[in-house]
């Protein structure tokens, strides 16, 4: 039975991270911040990435570590709590979830760093995983359909919805994104691995439309010009990649399921 540290594991991805290596026969340590009730094959330990709290505990007796843990900001800094932790605790195989784009949007001034820092902190940490010594997999993948769900609802708040112009997006079904990584975990270190998106690209103005016509709702779409240099690569398709659709779910499938919407094709 394998010993694998899952951080992140009560996210949207790492909650269908852990219950797959939990299927196979893994036993499974997640780590939180919060403390949480555990079950068969699951501990959950409590530490924060953050502040290198709790960290070393985690990692012991932990042979492969997914990393799953993320936020907007910072994601460099936890990662190297993560590797130093690891290194000293001799783990063998490193997995890391990182995103489509990271090396191809260019952070650069201050406007960049404002709307899409988190690329530049993804990218920063997989820096982290492939310096820190231990046997590395990165896989990158596209926007989870949750994380756009998650917007198209606070947007659709706004009488007039501003979408950015010439943006596009290719969602991937976090389960998708899951089922790779457990391969990977399984498998031998592989370093960067090939990048994973959802079934097909969508302009921002039509995953909008989906979900408003999912809600039967209606908003006037206002595309807005965003500036700076990785506005300009996202409009060029750098979070893209068209060679690796191998999502399974579609955005309308994944409205019919969580929504119990209409089937729609967007415009
Ligand atoms: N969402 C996307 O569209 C997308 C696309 C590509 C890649 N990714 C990457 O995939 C990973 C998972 O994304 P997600 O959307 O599933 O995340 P999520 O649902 O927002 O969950 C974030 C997870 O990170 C943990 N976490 C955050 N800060 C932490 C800290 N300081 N110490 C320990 N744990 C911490 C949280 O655990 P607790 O709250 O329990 O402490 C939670 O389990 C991230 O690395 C993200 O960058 C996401």
């Known amino acids: ?19 797959r290596l939990r ?28 502040t290198d709290e709790g960290i070393e505990a985690a ?17 460099e800094d936890k990662a190297l709590n993560l590797v ?19 090396d191809r949007i260019p952070v650069v001034s201050g406007v960049d ?21 231990l046997p590395w997999t990165t896989l990158r993948a596209t926007q989870f359909h949750d994380l ?17 112009a010439g943006f596009r997006f290719q969602p991937v079904d976090p389960d998708d994104v899951a089922a790779r990584l457990v391969q990977l975990t399984l498998g031998e270190p592989a370093g960067q691995v090939p990048d994973i998106g959802g079934p097909r690209a969508y302009t921002a103005a ?13 908003r006037l779409i206002m595309p807005v010009w965003l500036p700076g240099q990785a506005a300009r690569a996202l409009r060029a398709g750098a979070n893209l990649t068209p060679d690796h659709a191998d999502g399974t779910r579609t955005w ?16």
């Open 84 to 102: 130093r932790a690891a290194s000293r605790a001799g783990a063998r195989h490193l997995v890391y979830i990182s995103v489509v784009g990271a």
């Open 113 to 133: 760093r404002a709307m899409f820092g988190y690329f530049a902190s993804k990218l920063a940490a997989e820096r982290v995983v492939v310096d820190s010594g």
């Open 148 to 164: 756009i769900l998650t917007v198209a609802r606070a947007m659709a708040k706004l009488p007039v919805v501003p979408v950015p």
């Open 252 to 267: 309308e499938d994944f409205l019919v399921d969580r929504l119990g919407s209409p089937r729609v094709v967007p415009t």
């Open 206 to 218: 039509d995953l909008l439309r989906g979900y408003l016509h999912a809600n039967h709702r209606r």
């Open 23 to 50: 299927d196979v026969g893994c036993k499974v340590r997640v780590l939180s911040r919060r403390s949480r009730e555990g079950g068969e094959d699951i501990e959950f330990v409590i530490g924060d990435l953050a």
């Open 59 to 75: 990692v012991e007796g932990a042979e492969i570590i997914v990393h799953c843990a993320g936020s907007s900001k910072g994601d």
């Open 1 to 19: 039975m394998q010993h694998i540290l899952v951080t992140g594991g009560t996210g949207t991805l790492g909650r269908l991270v852990v219950a």
